[in-house]
C-alpha cells in the first residue's frame, strides 16, 4: 500500500480524534503491511501517539473489545481484576461484498425490533461488517454477578442466539443473490469464539492494508446500498460514531434471552417448586398486573417477564399468545406485532422443546424495580422477601402441600384447594 497516502489518511485531525476517542481505556495495537503487530499491550493517549506508529510503518489500527483500567499493564491472570467492561463486536466474515452488506442489514434491524437503538455497523474493509453493541447498552449485572467479569461467555452467548435468530430471515434475503442457498451460514460466518479475551478488532477509521480502503460506520438507513467505493480516503467526508450510542440497560432482554437459550451442563439442583394449577390472572402479583396494564418503557423486559411468567404458571401456547397480543395493544406505543409474533414463535417453540424458567427474580437489576413496576403488597412483603413473582401464587395457595394425616385423629387434612 501507498505509504504516502498512510500518512496523509492519518495526519487528518478528524480521524486522529476518532481514533483517540475509541482508544480511551482500550489495548490498541498498530498492524504492518506484513501483517504483524507492534508491540503488546500498547494505547493510544495522545494524538501524536497516532502518528509515531505510522512514521514505523504502521497501516492499520485495532483495539481491544475489553475495557481496561490500565490497558498498558495488562498481563495474563489478571484480565478479571484489571476489565472494566467490554463490547460485543458481531464480525460478519464473507467472501462476496453483496452478500455481507445482506446479511449486516439483517442482523442490525434483528437488534433494533429488539429494542437495541445504540447498535452500529461498519465496513471492515473488504468485504465483511463488524455489528457493535456496546457495553453501555449491557446490564451491570446477571444472575447477581458483575456482568464485567462473564466474559466472554455473555458474548458468546448473545452472537450464538443473534445467529440463529436472523437464520430464516437470512436465508429469504440471500435468495436474492443466492437462488439455492438452504442453510444461510455456509455463505455467512459469523464466529461467536470470535468474541474472546484480549481480542482485537480494526478500529473505525482505520484503513485496510490490503484494499486501502477506510473501515467505515455505516448508518442503518444507507447500509442496504452501501458500496466499497464509499470507503476511499478521498470519499470520506463526514466522521461517525461506532460503540458510543448505547442507552443503558437496553440490551437487558437480549441477554436474558440469549443466556435462556444457551446451553447448559446438566444441573442436580432440586427444581424450583411451582403450582400444578392454570394461576388466574387475579392471582398474579402486583408486578404482573402492572405490566398487563400496558406499559410505555421496558415493553421488551416486560414480554420475556410474561412469557416466562405464564408458562410456569401452566398456560398454554396459545392462551400465552392470546394474552401477550392483548397486552401489546395497552403499550404506548405498541411493539411492532410482526416482532411479537416471531418473539412469541421463537419463545414458544423454546418452551416446548426445553420445558418453561422462571421470570428474572424480584432484585435483579435492570427488571421490576427499574420498570417501574414493583408495589408489594401484604403478601409480597417485600422484594427481597418474595424473591421471584413465582412464589406469589405459590404463597397464596399455600404452597399446595400434600394432603397430611391428623395423628390424634386420623383425619385427612387439605391444606389449600
Not at 458481531?90 to 467472501?95: A, C, G, K, Q
Not at 429488539?114 to 461488517?129: D, P, R, Y
Not at 460514531?241 to 442436580?268: N, W
Not at 412469557?307 to 401477550?324: M, R, T, Y
Request: hydrophobic share 35%; glycine share 6%.
Amino acid at each position: 500500500m501507498n505509504l504516502r497516502v498512510v500518512r496523509s489518511w492519518y495526519q487528518r485531525e478528524d480521524v486522529q480524534e476518532a481514533l483517540l476517542a475509541l482508544a480511551k481505556d482500550r489495548e490498541v495495537v498498530g498492524v504492518y503491511a506484513t501483517g504483524s503487530f507492534s508491540k503488546r499491550p500498547g494505547t493510544l493517549i495522545h494524538l501524536k501517539d497516532i502518528l509515531a506508529l505510522v512514521n514505523t510503518g504502521v497501516v492499520e489500527f485495532h483495539c481491544s473489545l475489553e475495557h481496561w483500567r490500565d490497558p498498558s499493564s495488562i498481563t495474563a491472570g489478571d484480565y478479571a481484576e484489571q476489565r472494566t467492561g467490554f463490547d460485543i463486536v458481531l464480525d460478519i466474515d464473507v467472501d462476496q461484498f453483496e452478500v455481507g452488506r445482506t446479511a449486516a442489514v439483517v442482523l442490525m434491524r434483528k437488534l433494533r425490533s429488539l429494542g437495541l437503538k445504540g447498535v452500529s455497523a461498519k465496513f471492515s474493509g473488504n468485504t465483511g461488517f463488524h455489528i457493535g453493541i456496546p457495553w453501555k447498552s449491557m446490564p451491570h449485572e446477571i444472575n447477581f454477578k458483575p456482568t464485567k467479569d462473564q466474559f466472554p461467555g455473555v458474548g458468546r452467548a448473545m452472537g450464538a442466539y443473534l445467529k440463529e435468530q436472523i437464520r430464516d430471515d437470512l436465508a429469504v434475503a440471500l435468495k436474492k443473490l443466492i437462488p439455492d442457498v438452504t442453510d444461510p451460514f455456509t455463505h455467512v460466518e459469523i464466529d461467536p469464539v470470535l468474541i474472546s479475551p484480549r481480542h482485537l478488532f480494526r478500529m473505525p477509521y482505520s484503513l485496510h492494508k490490503t484494499t486501502g480502503l477506510v473501515s467505515v460506520p455505516v448508518p442503518l438507513d444507507e447500509l442496504a446500498v452501501f458500496t466499497p467505493d464509499q470507503a476511499a480516503p478521498d470519499k470520506i467526508t463526514k466522521i461517525r460514531r461506532f460503540l458510543d450510542q448505547g442507552r443503558p440497560g437496553e440490551a437487558e432482554t437480549l441477554v436474558a434471552e440469549a443466556l435462556d437459550t444457551a446451553p447448559k451442563a446438566p444441573s442436580h439442583q432440586r427444581p424450583r417448586q411451582t403450582t400444578k394449577r392454570v394461576v388466574p390472572k387475579e392471582d398474579f402479583p402486583p408486578c404482573v398486573q402492572t405490566i398487563l396494564d400496558g406499559l410505555d418503557d421496558g415493553r421488551n423486559r416486560s414480554m420475556f417477564v410474561l412469557v416466562n411468567f405464564l408458562a410456569q404458571c401452566n398456560w398454554k401456547a396459545d392462551q400465552i399468545e392470546a394474552l401477550i397480543l392483548e397486552w401489546n395493544a395497552k403499550n404506548t406505543p405498541p411493539l411492532p406485532e410482526s416482532s411479537v409474533r416471531n418473539y412469541l414463535r421463537t419463545k414458544l417453540r423454546q418452551l416446548e422443546l426445553h420445558g418453561p424458567k422462571p421470570p428474572p427474580n424480584c432484585t435483579q437489576e435492570g427488571y421490576y424495580v427499574s420498570m417501574g413496576v414493583c408495589f408489594p403488597d401484604k403478601l409480597c412483603v417485600s422484594r427481597e422477601s418474595l424473591k421471584n413473582p413465582l412464589n406469589y401464587p405459590l404463597k397464596k395457595y399455600g404452597r399446595e402441600q400434600p394432603k397430611k394425616k391428623d395423628p390424634k385423629k386420623g383425619l385427612i387434612i387439605k391444606w389449600s384447594d
